[in-house]
């Protein structure tokens, strides 16, 4: 999942050395193993190994006091443990303007932050705000990805042996050397 969002965080929006922070699975991350030990024994280790290949991430965060004290701020994006550990703090700093983005996928897929919301669907009631953010940000992460590409594409074309069949090759004179 670190390599899906920091490829997403390349390619899709623009971000050549993302900064990414990681939430512990525990809450208050174990409390140094009184209250689980997942941040210290699979969490980390697989951290390591991440900055080893050059990811910079950090963390392993509480979730509870994370969003809360607005540490979401300093980084390009965050890595939840969960659904709702991303979910709800997403949701409450930006319902209505957020956007569902999901990454890894040959296609760009975008949804407004609130879902469905069957419970209002027809009823004249539905704030169209998120919606319309979510199908301009996949026009735009469609964008991106096109830059991403272009820009890595070798501009130099391989010439084949039979177009340069017939060239001539430029001869220096011995008195210009």
Known sequence: KINILKDSLIK???IDKPKIAILGLNPHTGDEGRIGNEEQTIIKPVMEQQKLNGTLLYGP???DAFFARGAH???DGVLAMYHDQGLIPFKSLAFGEGVNFTAGLPIVRTSPD???AFDIAGKNKADAGSFTASIFECVR???ARQ???QMRLNPLK???ARMLAGALDEKLNENEI
């Open 61 to 63: 965060f509480g979730a």
């Open 114 to 116: 609130h879902g469905t």
């Open 158 to 160: 391989k010439m084949s």
């Open 12 to 14: 899709d929006f623009g």
């Open 141 to 143: 992460i469609i964008y």
């Open 147 to 149: 830059g991403y590409h």
């Open 73 to 75: 701020e300093k980084f």
